[in-house]
């Protein structure tokens, strides 16, 4: 769909809720999002956003099988986590919890929970918004921020970072973004104190419309994002990273922990490190639910991210890492910490991408000086 939103090309099922539709160039806030070219002609990386925390948090299911019928649902469908982090001098604690969705099979509806599959998707979706297929939608709905694409431009950009995924899988995958709840409760706090609490419920999407067109990767769509997702668009709580460095990885663990260095190494230099658990990055990822299961995984934990650490130094992310034992009292290991050193090649793309931030960042400080000025 290389031609612009417009209400005449909708999908039909979003025709009659949508009053009027502004493009991204004429939103001072999505004029920021998409503002990303001439960074990406000077560095010759592919940049993407990222929402702040949002995007750091463990909202994809790993360690369960994705998809069962209803009649052998287990008797706990919610998968709950842990919110944890500290991101630029903001910590955030609380708890999430996944609800699947539910998807129509052949003899018995499945409910289906976001996975790996679901995550490459919605990065995929968020890049093509971060080139401009996005848009503002008004209507019976609301003001809302929607993504416009084709099957065929979305399944290209997936295979940009050899990821590939066929009609049926990629409409599926809309799907359970469009039908999985996330439950939220956390806080934030900075050193002066609290300075956020959130308790609320949404969809990964908030809405996900097809249009009707013959031959499959003709489909148009169009992709509603949730209010978090807005609201840090219109409150500039998003960064870049390079989509094409992070996304091209085989294994699912080497694509989630390359995509948070980029997030975490905000003042790379080859003498600063970057040092974790185990355990807890590993719940963080998802293939732990908790810590009283990890010591009968922790070999296979220990191999799945020696595997990421060779795909991170070959990926010229990581320059050398080192790795130590942590034992009980009786001697035996318990959890492993991770140093890592990156490499200058890494350190010069996080330069350039500060400076496209603080780019970003002065220009919506001007808008919104403009903007006081005008109400004055």
Known sequence: MNNKLSISNLPDSLKSEVSGIEDARNIEQLNLFVDNTATELKVG??????????????????????QVSISKSPNKII???????????VTYTGQLGISPAILRGEKE??????????????????????????????????????????????INELKSVNQ???????????????????????????????????????????????????????VRCVAVLNELMSQQIDSVEYKGYYFN?????????????????????????PTHSHHFRLIKTMIKFGSLDNESNAAAKLVALRRDMTLTMKDLEEAEILKSYKIESI??????????????????????????????????????????????????
């Open 245 to 269: 460095r992070t996304q091209s990885f085989k294994r699912s663990l080497s694509i989630w922990l390359s995509f948070r260095l980029y997030r975490m190494f905000r003042y790379a230099s």
């Open 45 to 66: 990386n592919s940049i993407s956003n990222s929402f702040n925390a949002y995007d750091l948090w463990s909202r994809f299911v790993r360690n369960k099988k994705k």
């Open 109 to 154: 509806d499945l409910l289906a929970w976001p996975s790996d599959r679901e995550e490459k998707v919605e990065r995929a979706l968020i890049r093509l918004a971060s080139q401009g297929k996005i848009a503002r939608i008004s209507g019976k709905m609301g003001d809302n921020y929607a993504v416009y694409f084709t099957f065929s431009e979305l």
């Open 327 to 376: 034992k009980d009292d009786a001697g035996v290991i318990v959890d492993y910490t991770y140093t890592l050193f990156p490499s200058d090649k890494f350190c010069n793309e996080i330069l350039e991408l500060n400076k496209h931030q603080k780019r970003i960042v002065a220009k919506s400080e001007k808008q919104m000086n403009a903007s006081l000025q005008q109400n004055l």
């Open 79 to 89: 998968v709950e986590r842990i919110i944890s982090e500290k991101i630029e001098g």
């Open 164 to 218: 590939s995924l066929n009609h049926k899988d990629l409409r599926d995958s809309l799907l359970i973004l469009k039908g999985a709840e996330l439950t939220l409760s956390y806080e934030a706090h900075n050193e002066e104190g609290l300075i956020e609490q959130n308790q609320s419920k949404m969809n990964f999407l908030s809405a996900i419309h097809f249009s009707t067109a013959k031959g499959r990767s003709n």
